[in-house]
């Protein structure tokens, strides 16, 4: 072989390369299920909307339920609350969203949030922090009454799930 | 320094086999007979000591796993019952848990003693890296298995360490998925869990044997950093070594028995004594201890870089601290392999180790007030020490003179 060697293009390393090349797509066929199997199942995904009723929680109430695997905040402001995330100036934001942005028309007296805070995922408390709204205590990330990142090594502000009001107190997530 | 054996298979048994398989000849070779630099001292007893730690984690492991249920909602309990009602099941969690402490401790050691002695330095460059590589894998390990009792701190533990990969730009989000199995830590990660915990310790065994092959090529370093130069400088591994080794795992194992019969909880938390919550975080969560100087660095960054804001900052940190390591053979030009031959060097290293004891502390306090500062401080020597402080030594210093030889210096040592 090594002696018939040549520069030259042969139907021989056409076929080489074929051979190479439907090999290598056999390999990541083959491996893509097995990596695939990793993410979330159907059991998982089927769980990716629920509803909840918020007639019972008094204003200055808060609760945590739970989507998707996920906490979710659902807190029932204050007027003082809300007052006081409309009052901030855009520019003081790292993050910067207005309160309308962070809740639906109609409903300013809803903060609907996932829980878990936008550096490495604790679960803020609420009603703590320098700004009165919730405080991390993993790292000290500090947001603000519409769940704006104040201070602290988080990113951006409490994420908002996708949600919409079916009536006054009814609220479907997902 | 293969083919120094006296093997002379004599009865017609073992010539059989010899000519077919010769499993004696390669143990005569590379567990009696090999040639090992007469002057080694205690610290390098530890390799032998991480091949133990390695040995009474899979035992150990073995007898924990055919009692624990890799499932939410019974994990917790799973391990209880292992601590209450098994037979001997207090001592054998108890062994686990506290042995992995122990082989941290003794990889630590391990390691800066590599640092030390130049052992990184070519010849060695692979087995540096082999090594790099197993420290990478049990950290992996370690912590896929704090992650199976399912108490706060395991769960909380999962969640922080597993959102650090959400850091990365766009591919983040589904990355973090995959490894979760779900939108949050749940039953399908504690399951894949299980299953990694039980696999890697084994390649990780399959890496020892990698590295110890990668130092039977070149032989061992050794304290003056000088290389064997003739069978004077030498000793057989079995019995002087053997020894000398087994010595050193007993003593090793006076501390470990200590922890395990007497305060086998000391180096954990005791909110992990509490089952796993997906609502509530604990007020103060910490990794075990032999995470936390990189978790201080992970911390230390809380600013935006240019572009880079603090979130990805400390991510890029956190992995360069470990990734700067498999550099170092590399950044550390000096001729001088022992430290001891080094002037300039000495004082650099042992500011270095005071530095990343400095960092473990920090990493266990809140991250307010003069702890930023500090772990600021301490991760900019710990990167500087790699890429400044090492490649600049090795230009300007006028090291010590070396000994011809390792006989030499063992004689003039015994002489004084
Ligand atoms: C590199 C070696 C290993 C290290 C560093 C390691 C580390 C750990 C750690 C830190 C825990 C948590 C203990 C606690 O906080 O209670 C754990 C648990 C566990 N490990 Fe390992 N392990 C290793 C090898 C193995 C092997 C080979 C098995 C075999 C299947 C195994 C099976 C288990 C099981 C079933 C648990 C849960 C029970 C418990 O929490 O004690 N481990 N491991
Ligand atoms: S997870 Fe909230 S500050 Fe780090």
């Not at chain 2, 207090?90 to 002695?117: D, E, P």
């Not at chain 2, 089952?275 to 075990?288: C, K």
């Not at chain 2, 990189?294 to 360069?320: C, E, H, M």
Request: net charge negative; hydrophobic share 50%; charged share 15%.
């Amino acid at each position: 072989m090594a002696s018939e060697a040549t520069t030259e293009t042969t139907k021989r390393d056409f076929l080489f390369v074929a051979t190479g090349a439907v090999g290598a797509v056999a390999v990541a066929g083959a491996v893509w299920p097995l990596i695939d199997q990793m993410n979330p199942d159907a059991s998982v995904l089927a769980l990716a909307s629920i509803e909840y009723d918020l007639s019972s929680i008094e204003v200055g109430q808060s609760v945590t339920i739970k989507w998707r695997g996920l906490p979710v905040f659902i807190r029932h402001r204050t007027q003082a609350e809300i007052d006081e995330a409309r009052a901030v100036p855009l520019s003081e934001l790292k993050d910067p969203a207005t309160d309308e942005e962070r809740t639906k028309p109609g409903h300013e007296q809803w903060l609907i949030m996932i829980a878990n805070c936008t550096h490495l995922g604790c679960v803020p408390v609420g009603e703590a922090g320098d700004f009165d709204g919730w405080f991390c205590p993993c790292h000290g990330s500090h947001y603000d009454t519409a769940g704006r990142i104040r201070r602290g090594p988080a990113p951006a502000n409490l994420v908002l799930p996708d949600y919409e009001f079916v009536s006054d107190t009814l609220v479907q997530i997902g | 320094m293969a083919g120094n054996s006296t093997y002379n298979p004599t009865n017609p048994v073992e010539k059989w086999l010899d000519d077919r398989l010769p499993l004696v000849r390669f143990s005569k070779e590379h567990l009696m007979d090999f040639p090992t630099p007469k002057n080694l001292n205690y610290w390098w007893t530890f390799g032998a000591i991480l091949v133990m730690c390695l040995g009474i984690q899979i035992v150990t492991g073995i007898v924990l796993a055919m009692h624990y249920t890799p499932e939410a909602t019974m994990a917790f309990n799973s391990v209880e019952h292992i601590r209450r009602d098994v037979n001997f099941g207090r001592i054998i969690q108890g062994t686990h848990a506290v042995g992995a402490s122990m082989f941290f401790a003794a990889v630590y050691i391990h390691i800066f003693r590599g640092l030390y002695y130049g052992s990184y330095k070519e010849p060695r460059e692979v087995l540096w890296i082999l090594g790099v590589i197993m420290f990478v894998l049990m950290m992996a390990t370690a912590f896929m298995g704090y992650v199976l009792p399912w108490g706060q701190m395991s769960f909380w533990a999962a969640t922080v360490i597993t959102n650090i990969f959400a850091a990365i730009p766009i591919v983040g989000e589904p990355i973090l998925q995959l490894l979760r199995g779900g939108f949050a830590v749940d039953n399908a990660t504690l399951n894949r869990f299980f299953s990694l915990h039980y696999l890697l310790p084994f390649v990780l065994a399959a890496v020892v044997a990698l590295h110890i092959w990668a130092l039977h090529v070149p032989g061992n370093n050794n304290p003056v950093g000088v290389e064997v130069k003739s069978e004077r400088d030498t000793l057989a591994f079995h019995p002087y070594y053997t020894m000398k080794d087994m010595f050193a795992m007993v003593v090793f194992l006076i501390p470990f028995a200590w922890f395990v019969f007497f305060a086998p909880d000391i180096l954990g938390h005791p909110d992990n004594y509490i089952m796993a919550d997906p609502q509530v975080t604990p007020p103060h969560i910490v990794p075990e201890w032999y995470f936390l100087p990189f978790y201080a660095i992970l911390r230390a960054i809380d600013f935006n870089i240019l572009f880079i804001d603090s979130k990805l900052g400390g991510v890029i940190f956190f992995a360069g601290s470990i990734l700067v390591l498999f550099f170092v053979p590399w950044l550390d030009r000096s001729k001088v392999r022992s430290g001891s031959f080094r002037p300039l060097f000495k004082p650099f290293y042992w500011v270095f180790v005071l530095n990343f004891i400095m960092l473990t502390y920090l990493g266990a306090q809140a991250a307010e007030g003069i702890y930023v500062v500090l772990s600021k401080i301490g991760t900019a020597y710990y990167f500087a020490y790699f890429l400044i402080i090492l490649p600049v030594l090795s230009r300007i210093e006028t090291p010590a003179p070396l000994p011809t030889s390792i006989s030499e210096s063992v004689l003039s040592k015994s002489a004084s």
